[in-house]
Protein backbone atom coordinates (compact mmCIF):
# COMPACT_ATOMS: atom_id res chain seq x y z
CA UNK A 1 0.00 0.00 0.00
CA UNK A 2 1.30 3.27 -0.88
CA UNK A 3 1.97 5.23 2.18
CA UNK A 4 3.89 8.64 3.69
CA UNK A 5 4.40 9.29 7.00
CA UNK A 6 5.45 12.43 8.88
CA UNK A 7 6.97 12.31 11.93
CA UNK A 8 6.53 14.02 14.95
CA UNK A 9 2.53 14.17 15.28
CA UNK A 10 3.27 17.26 16.77
CA UNK A 11 5.73 19.21 19.21
CA UNK A 12 6.28 22.39 21.16
CA UNK A 13 9.47 24.21 21.41
CA UNK A 14 10.71 27.68 22.60
CA UNK A 15 11.54 30.50 20.33
CA UNK A 16 14.84 30.07 18.63
CA UNK A 17 15.18 26.60 18.87
CA UNK A 18 15.63 24.10 15.92
CA UNK A 19 13.81 21.82 14.76
CA UNK A 20 13.80 18.78 12.25
CA UNK A 21 10.57 17.18 10.94
CA UNK A 22 10.59 13.59 9.24
CA UNK A 23 8.65 12.33 6.64
CA UNK A 24 8.95 8.74 4.92
CA UNK A 25 7.28 7.29 2.28
CA UNK A 26 6.60 3.87 0.56
CA UNK A 27 5.07 4.39 -3.37
CA UNK A 28 5.73 2.70 -6.62
CA UNK A 29 7.05 5.32 -8.97
CA UNK A 30 8.16 8.19 -6.98
CA UNK A 31 8.48 11.40 -9.45
CA UNK A 32 8.73 13.90 -6.62
CA UNK A 33 8.30 15.30 -2.77
CA UNK A 34 6.40 18.48 -2.06
CA UNK A 35 6.41 20.40 1.68
CA UNK A 36 3.46 22.59 2.39
CA UNK A 37 2.60 24.88 5.32
CA UNK A 38 -0.89 24.75 7.02
CA UNK A 39 -1.72 27.52 9.69
CA UNK A 40 -5.64 29.02 10.09
CA UNK A 41 -6.83 27.38 6.17
CA UNK A 42 -5.16 26.72 3.23
CA UNK A 43 -1.85 24.98 3.04
CA UNK A 44 0.89 27.30 1.39
CA UNK A 45 3.64 25.68 -0.47
CA UNK A 46 7.23 25.49 0.78
CA UNK A 47 9.35 23.22 -1.42
CA UNK A 48 9.55 20.78 -3.87
CA UNK A 49 12.40 18.03 -4.27
CA UNK A 50 12.84 15.69 -6.84
CA UNK A 51 16.26 14.90 -6.84
CA UNK A 52 18.61 13.77 -3.95
CA UNK A 53 20.93 15.41 -2.13
CA UNK A 54 19.99 18.49 -2.82
CA UNK A 55 19.13 20.91 -0.91
CA UNK A 56 16.76 23.29 -0.85
CA UNK A 57 17.14 26.56 1.09
CA UNK A 58 13.91 29.71 2.08
CA UNK A 59 15.32 31.76 5.05
CA UNK A 60 15.49 29.89 7.79
CA UNK A 61 13.85 26.82 6.23
CA UNK A 62 15.53 24.24 4.55
CA UNK A 63 14.94 20.53 2.93
CA UNK A 64 16.67 17.81 1.57
CA UNK A 65 15.12 14.60 0.11
CA UNK A 66 17.00 11.30 0.12
CA UNK A 67 15.75 9.11 -2.79
CA UNK A 68 17.68 5.95 -1.45
CA UNK A 69 16.33 6.03 2.07
CA UNK A 70 13.26 6.97 1.22
CA UNK A 71 12.66 10.36 3.05
CA UNK A 72 12.75 13.91 3.63
CA UNK A 73 13.40 16.50 6.06
CA UNK A 74 12.54 20.02 6.92
CA UNK A 75 14.40 21.89 8.82
CA UNK A 76 13.19 25.37 10.54
CA UNK A 77 16.22 27.22 12.79
CA UNK A 78 16.06 29.74 15.15
CA UNK A 79 12.09 29.07 15.16
CA UNK A 80 9.46 31.95 15.52
CA UNK A 81 6.22 31.93 17.16
CA UNK A 82 4.92 32.78 13.14
CA UNK A 83 6.73 29.04 12.34
CA UNK A 84 3.34 27.51 14.51
CA UNK A 85 1.56 25.58 11.68
CA UNK A 86 0.67 22.24 11.24
CA UNK A 87 3.54 20.80 8.25
CA UNK A 88 2.46 18.35 5.29
CA UNK A 89 4.13 16.65 3.02
CA UNK A 90 2.95 14.86 0.30
CA UNK A 91 4.44 12.67 -2.65
CA UNK A 92 3.56 12.62 -6.56
CA UNK A 93 4.24 8.97 -7.75
CA UNK A 94 2.39 6.69 -10.60
CA UNK A 95 2.90 5.32 -13.77
CA UNK A 96 0.64 6.65 -16.56
CA UNK A 97 -1.53 8.43 -14.44
CA UNK A 98 -0.08 10.11 -11.57
CA UNK A 99 -1.17 10.17 -8.04
CA UNK A 100 -0.52 12.46 -4.99
CA UNK A 101 -0.77 11.55 -1.47
CA UNK A 102 -0.46 13.41 1.72
CA UNK A 103 0.98 12.47 5.21
CA UNK A 104 -0.82 13.01 8.05
CA UNK A 105 1.31 16.39 9.10
CA UNK A 106 3.44 17.31 12.00
CA UNK A 107 1.75 19.95 14.28
CA UNK A 108 4.61 22.62 15.48
CA UNK A 109 3.88 24.91 18.26
CA UNK A 110 6.51 27.56 18.91
CA UNK A 111 5.75 29.42 21.98
CA UNK A 112 7.59 32.33 22.82
CA UNK B 1 -2.18 37.73 -10.12
CA UNK B 2 -4.31 34.57 -9.85
CA UNK B 3 -6.96 33.91 -7.17
CA UNK B 4 -8.84 31.08 -5.92
CA UNK B 5 -12.22 31.55 -4.52
CA UNK B 6 -14.39 28.84 -2.45
CA UNK B 7 -17.62 28.98 -0.99
CA UNK B 8 -19.44 28.64 1.17
CA UNK B 9 -16.68 29.59 3.74
CA UNK B 10 -18.37 27.45 6.51
CA UNK B 11 -21.84 24.60 5.53
CA UNK B 12 -23.83 22.66 8.11
CA UNK B 13 -26.13 20.22 6.41
CA UNK B 14 -28.47 17.35 7.33
CA UNK B 15 -27.78 14.26 6.86
CA UNK B 16 -29.30 12.76 3.67
CA UNK B 17 -28.84 16.82 1.87
CA UNK B 18 -27.43 17.30 -0.54
CA UNK B 19 -24.36 19.37 -1.38
CA UNK B 20 -22.48 21.95 -4.28
CA UNK B 21 -19.35 23.61 -2.90
CA UNK B 22 -17.93 25.91 -5.58
CA UNK B 23 -14.54 26.46 -7.05
CA UNK B 24 -13.41 29.26 -9.24
CA UNK B 25 -9.66 30.46 -10.38
CA UNK B 26 -9.31 34.20 -12.02
CA UNK B 27 -6.21 35.08 -13.65
CA UNK B 28 -4.43 31.70 -15.42
CA UNK B 29 -6.06 29.50 -17.95
CA UNK B 30 -6.32 26.04 -18.01
CA UNK B 31 -5.46 25.44 -15.12
CA UNK B 32 -5.27 21.63 -13.21
CA UNK B 33 -7.95 21.90 -10.60
CA UNK B 34 -7.89 19.33 -7.68
CA UNK B 35 -9.97 18.55 -4.66
CA UNK B 36 -9.11 17.54 -1.17
CA UNK B 37 -10.80 16.80 2.44
CA UNK B 38 -8.97 17.17 5.50
CA UNK B 39 -10.70 15.42 8.40
CA UNK B 40 -9.83 16.51 11.47
CA UNK B 41 -6.67 15.65 12.53
CA UNK B 42 -5.84 13.84 9.05
CA UNK B 43 -3.81 14.62 6.35
CA UNK B 44 -5.33 16.06 3.00
CA UNK B 45 -6.84 13.34 0.74
CA UNK B 46 -6.92 14.18 -2.69
CA UNK B 47 -10.56 13.71 -3.82
CA UNK B 48 -11.03 14.32 -7.98
CA UNK B 49 -8.18 16.31 -10.41
CA UNK B 50 -9.54 17.37 -13.87
CA UNK B 51 -6.55 18.93 -16.39
CA UNK B 52 -9.64 20.21 -18.42
CA UNK B 53 -13.63 20.83 -18.85
CA UNK B 54 -15.50 17.94 -18.33
CA UNK B 55 -11.98 15.84 -17.51
CA UNK B 56 -11.99 14.46 -14.04
CA UNK B 57 -10.35 12.30 -12.59
CA UNK B 58 -12.01 10.42 -9.20
CA UNK B 59 -9.15 8.70 -6.63
CA UNK B 60 -11.40 7.80 -3.54
CA UNK B 61 -14.51 6.09 -4.34
CA UNK B 62 -17.50 7.43 -2.63
CA UNK B 63 -20.74 9.10 -3.00
CA UNK B 64 -19.20 12.30 -4.03
CA UNK B 65 -18.74 13.65 -7.48
CA UNK B 66 -17.35 16.83 -9.05
CA UNK B 67 -17.88 18.61 -12.15
CA UNK B 68 -16.03 21.39 -14.37
CA UNK B 69 -18.29 23.15 -16.92
CA UNK B 70 -16.16 25.99 -17.32
CA UNK B 71 -12.44 26.09 -17.80
CA UNK B 72 -12.10 27.47 -14.03
CA UNK B 73 -14.92 26.47 -12.08
CA UNK B 74 -14.86 23.07 -10.01
CA UNK B 75 -17.92 21.97 -8.59
CA UNK B 76 -17.69 19.11 -5.53
CA UNK B 77 -21.17 17.54 -5.30
CA UNK B 78 -23.27 15.14 -3.34
CA UNK B 79 -27.08 13.75 -4.00
CA UNK B 80 -26.77 12.61 -0.05
CA UNK B 81 -24.38 13.28 2.34
CA UNK B 82 -23.22 11.00 5.03
CA UNK B 83 -21.94 11.92 8.19
CA UNK B 84 -18.16 10.62 7.52
CA UNK B 85 -18.27 13.17 4.64
CA UNK B 86 -17.51 16.10 7.55
CA UNK B 87 -14.47 17.89 6.66
CA UNK B 88 -12.58 20.58 5.56
CA UNK B 89 -13.20 20.67 1.86
CA UNK B 90 -9.76 22.77 -0.33
CA UNK B 91 -10.06 22.97 -3.63
CA UNK B 92 -6.22 23.70 -5.37
CA UNK B 93 -4.94 24.52 -8.88
CA UNK B 94 -1.83 24.57 -10.98
CA UNK B 95 -0.64 25.24 -14.30
CA UNK B 96 1.07 22.48 -16.81
CA UNK B 97 2.39 19.10 -15.87
CA UNK B 98 0.38 18.45 -12.71
CA UNK B 99 2.65 16.23 -10.95
CA UNK B 100 5.99 18.30 -11.24
CA UNK B 101 4.17 21.82 -10.51
CA UNK B 102 3.55 23.52 -7.04
CA UNK B 103 -0.16 23.93 -5.96
CA UNK B 104 -2.26 27.10 -4.58
CA UNK B 105 -4.92 26.23 -2.42
CA UNK B 106 -8.26 27.82 -1.79
CA UNK B 107 -9.52 29.44 2.04
CA UNK B 108 -11.50 26.07 1.95
CA UNK B 109 -15.03 25.46 2.63
CA UNK B 110 -15.47 23.98 6.40
CA UNK B 111 -18.61 21.43 5.86
CA UNK B 112 -20.11 19.78 9.32
CA UNK B 113 -23.04 17.21 8.89
CA UNK B 114 -25.12 16.20 11.47
Known amino acids: EDKVVQSPLSLVVHEGDTVTLNCSYE??????LLWYKQEKKAPTFLFMLTSSGIEKKSGRLSSILDKKELFSILNITATQTGDSAIYLC????????????FGTGTLLAVQP | SQTIHQWPATLVQPVGSPLSLECTVE??????LYWYRQAAGRGLQLLFYSIGIDQISSEVPQNLSASRPQDRQFILSSKKLLLSDSGFYLCAWSVGQPAYNEQFFGPGTRLTVL
Open chain 1, 27 to 32: VTNFRS
Open chain 1, 90 to 101: AVVYGGATNKLI
Open chain 2, 27 to 32: GTSNPN
